[in-house]
């Protein structure tokens, strides 16, 4: 077979079947394992003419956090909605707080999202994240406790269909506090 | 819903509850859902902040703390399960008030205001607060789109293939049949010199001079083994202050001498 004409259904094969986004290099591995040397840009190039083929399908490619991934266009989620109802994407107020502070001050211990959320963060909050796998403990802070320092992981950025931290929503600007409090009157 | 199929009354304030304060924002049947969906005091607090449609810096205290405190004790008259958290709020709210109804001594440093910590940490909380509804917002991942993908093909049975030439094989054996023997027979012995002897020794020697070079401690016949354990010996009488360990700068040699201390 030729392998230049037949390197984009290779790459298609494997987006279909490994379950998980691919780098470029993993897929040029898989490649090489059947003895197919492939340079990246031909794998890129590969990707574009796949993308190419889905334009008019209900697929369509994209790169997240992880590597690229074949998804269904957001359009068709509605139709499918109904066999994934089962209410576990349905995440508490609670816990999108947590996993957003994590997200913007990483590293962080548990004090620290306590001392911003002003209430206790609970294990079942961080255990259903860890769970998730949308955070991930990153070594210990020295500090009397050795209290465990928590940071996202990358499968949360896949999970929004981001590709890094900075994709994020901006934080809201700090309002000048102190400053606007200097001029309250002491009552 | 508890709170809709409930046929007494709640106490409040000692009094069955039959009608709802009038400055209160959620009905009381509402305030279990409502609660459930505060992730914790500052949000209540935020809550009651933005529904009055108030800057935050305008926060008008001794109101919002009655408020609050109202909420938490209809919540207890409700046997709403309050986490401590929400107590904690309270008693802050309530120092805060206090503090502010305290007139300030004229030499006294100017104080802060009293609310000014209250307000920096509820500014930054709304900023998390308010970014986290934004990422809730986010497509999201089997709720907003799905991941494409197929079933697998059967897969062929890739027996192992090696590849090995007779000859390399035939080297491989040899390394392996040659490989130095690293597990040797081994056997432990007693030993031949105790150190409590050696102790023993030293100190009647030290009985009859009271300074003594180290080379007398041992016979030269005794080997290696003979020295460590007179060094030994030494060490443990030094440690425990029967002898001190000397030794001139200008020679190699290391003296033993009594302290005098007995040792029986």
Redesign the interface.
């Known amino acids: 077979m030729n392998i230049s004409d037949n390197l984009a259904n290779i790459v298609e094969s494997i ?3 490994s ?1 998980r986004p691919m780098r470029l290099s993993e897929i040029k591995t898989l490649l090489s394992t059947q003895n197919i040397e492939a340079e990246l840009p031909n794998i890129k190039i590969a990707m574009n003419s796949l993308e190419d083929r889905f334009a008019s399908s209900a ?1 369509e490619i994209k790169e997240v956090a992880s590597g690229y ?6 359009e068709y ?1 509605d139709f ?2 109904p066999l ?1 109802n089962d209410n576990s ?1 349905r ?4 816990l ?2 947590t ?3 994590i ?2 001050k990483q590293p962080v211990t548990r004090g620290d999202i306590e ?6 963060v609970s294990s079942q909050i961080i255990r259903s994240l860890l769970d998730r796998e949308w955070i991930k403990a990153a070594g210990y802070r020295d500090v009397p406790g050795r209290p465990t320092l928590y940071e996202t992981t990358k499968i949360f950025l ?5 590709q890094t931290l900075n994709d ?8 000048p ?2 400053e ?2 200097d001029q ?1 009157e ?2 | 819903m508890k709170a809709q199929t409930q046929l007494e009354f709640p106490l409040f304030k000692g009094e069955a509850l039959t009608q709802l304060p009038e400055d209160l924002f959620i009905p009381p049947e509402a305030l279990e859902i409502y609660l459930e ?7 209540v607090l935020l809550y009651l902040i933005q529904k009055k449609d108030i800057d935050i ?1 305008d926060l008008d205290l001794s109101e919002i703390t009655g408020q609050y405190i109202q909420y938490i004790e209809l919540m207890d008259a409700l046997k709403i399960e309050l ?3 929400y107590l904690v ?1 309270a008693a802050t709210l309530a120092q805060i008030k206090s503090r ?1 109804l305290i007139p ?1 001594a004229e030499e006294e440093e ?7 910590e209250l ?3 509820l ?14 917002n ?13 079933a ?2 059967t897969f062929k049975e890739q027996s192992p293939v090696i590849n090995i030439s007779a000859i390399e094989l035939a080297e491989i054996f040899h390394t392996a049949s040659t490989r130095p023997k690293f597990s040797a027979h081994h056997e432990i012995r007693f030993e031949e010199l105790s150190t409590q002897d050696r102790i023993a020794l030293i100190l009647s020697i030290l009985n009859k001079s009271n300074v003594i070079q180290f080379f007398q401690t041992y016979q030269k016949e005794e080997g290696k083994q003979g020295v460590v354990v007179s060094l030994l010996a030494s060490l443990d009488l030094a440690k425990d202050g029967h002898v001190e360990l000397i030794q001139n700068e200008d020679s190699n040699q290391l003296y033993i001498k009594s302290t005098n201390r007995g040792f029986h």
């Not at chain 1, 995440?91 to 609670?94: F, G, P, Y």
């Not at chain 2, 969906?37 to 949000?43: L, N, T, V």
Request: proline letters at 7%; glycine letters at 6%; zero cysteines.
């Open positions: 987006l279909f079947g379950g697929l991934r074949l998804q269904i266009r957001n989620g499918l909605y994934w994407n995440l508490s107020k609670a999108m707080e996993v957003s502070i997200a913007y001392d911003i959320r002003g209430v206790s896949n999970d929004l269909n981001l994020l929503p901006p934080l809201p600007e700090a309002l506090a102190e606007a409090l309250l002491v009552g | 969906d505060f992730s914790g005091p500052m949000d810096l986490a401590a958290d709020m502010m300030q100017v104080e802060q205001d009293p609310r000014s307000i920096r940490r500014q930054e909380y709304q900023r998390f607060k308010s970014v986290s509804e934004s990422i809730s986010l497509p999201r991942v089997d709720r907003d789109f799905f991941i494409a993908s197929a697998l093909p």
